[in-house]
């Protein structure tokens, strides 16, 4: 009779190990810097290549926001985005010692992220465009589209606005190129 609460014992443990390594994750990236998990096809500027991480204690919700660990690197070099963006989400030692002396309750997790901050000298909307020329640039969008209508340049081409270091560019793109690819 000995036996059969070290078995309840045993399954309540596996269960339990079972269901807690069923964990989704949800990865988010709020701000206004460019978050790229490959290469743009322009060519870039590598600034730094960072591997950040931060412990991240008492969320059940499995949603972890990368912009947390990454505004701080953002700041110090004035980055236009990040690429090579890989995330991972781990345990270490300071995360058991937490989740141990909880009694799992902290559910405590490593978010980690690695990446290379990047320039472009072009401006992040000509990131993956290629053929691309710039209309108009402003510091606001209401000057561009002052600009714009002035320009004669305006026809039946693809344009978009995009954000540069100074303001917002007016980008015509050759649709064609696009297709080629």
Known sequence: MK???IVLILIAALFSLTVGACTLAKLTGRGPVPILLNNPRAKVDVIKHIRDSKMVVFDYTGVFDASEILSKHF???KA???INVT???KSDVGSFFVNLITLGIANARVMEVEGDLIKAPQGLGLLDIRG???IA???TIEELITKASDSASLNAAPQMIVRSENGFKLVRYNQA???EE
């Open 3 to 5: 036996l059969q609460p």
């Open 80 to 82: 236009d985005a990040i």
């Open 132 to 134: 691309s020329e710039t």
């Open 87 to 89: 995330f991972a989400i």
């Open 177 to 179: 190129a696009l297709l």
């Open 137 to 139: 640039i402003a510091e």
């Open 75 to 77: 700041e110090e070099t």
